[in-house]
């Protein structure tokens, strides 16, 4: 005769289980993948490359000076001398260079917005980032190298070349060409920081 007895399971002594429920995995897997918004981070770099190429341009615009000094060949006569950024081609293309850069600044911030507002578009927009922020960070290398060899010359000049220098004379001239220089390679970090940011964003969505 088969036996009715039923073996009693003690609730205390049965093993429980230690998954955790379906919906927290998802949420610590999430927090573990993306710790932080990176398109909320990229907006506002953008945002600063565009703040930084502008002050740049507007200080090397607005650096002109006029001194009297000595015409060469004849010391006893003076005449009123002018130094302008437009005097200089090196300078003319710093300018144009940072003024392109500052337009681009402008158009990806309103990408990167649109990319906030519509996730499903972010792999098409950071696969362009990273592109162009890379010819950027180019573009405005060579021109702070460019400007940065006249404003050398303008302060050091040169012996052998026979190019005499002019910051000892035209000082604000030279304090604004400074200033405007390092806004400018404070612009080409934040572009190679941008185009890092965004060739490993999209290493993340694509590998995801």
């Not at 021109?143 to 910051?167: D, Q, S």
């Not at 000892?168 to 404070?186: E, H, I, P, Q």
Request: contains cysteine; glycine residues 4%.
């Amino acid at each position: 005769m088969a036996s009715t007895d039923k073996t009693a399971v003690d609730p205390e002594t049965e093993p429980k289980s230690d998954a955790a429920p379906p919906d927290a995995e998802a949420a610590v897997a999430a927090t573990a993948k993306f710790p932080f918004d990176c398109s909320v981070v990229d907006v506002a770099l953008r945002i600063l490359v565009f703040a930084a190429t502008l002050s740049s341009v507007v200080v090397m615009v607005t650096s002109d000076q006029t001194e009297v000094v000595p015409v060469p060949g004849s010391p006893q006569v003076s005449l009123p001398l002018q130094a302008k950024f437009n005097q200089s081609p090196a300078l003319i293309y710093f300018v144009a260079a940072l003024s392109v850069t500052g337009f681009y600044s402008i158009i990806t911030t309103l990408a990167s917005l649109a990319v906030l507002l519509k996730p499903v578009y972010s792999k098409s927009f950071l696969l362009v980032f990273a592109f162009l922020d890379v010819v950027f960070v180019g573009i405005v290398a060579s021109a702070t190298g460019a400007a940065g060899g006249v404003f050398y010359i303008g302060l050091k000049g040169n012996n052998h070349a026979g190019w005499t220098k002019i910051c000892n004379v035209y000082d604000k001239f030279c304090r604004y060409n400074a200033s405007s220089l390092a806004l400018a390679l404070f612009a080409a970090i934040l572009l190679v920081l941008l185009s890092m940011m965004s060739t490993f964003t999209l290493y993340k969505k694509i590998r995801d």
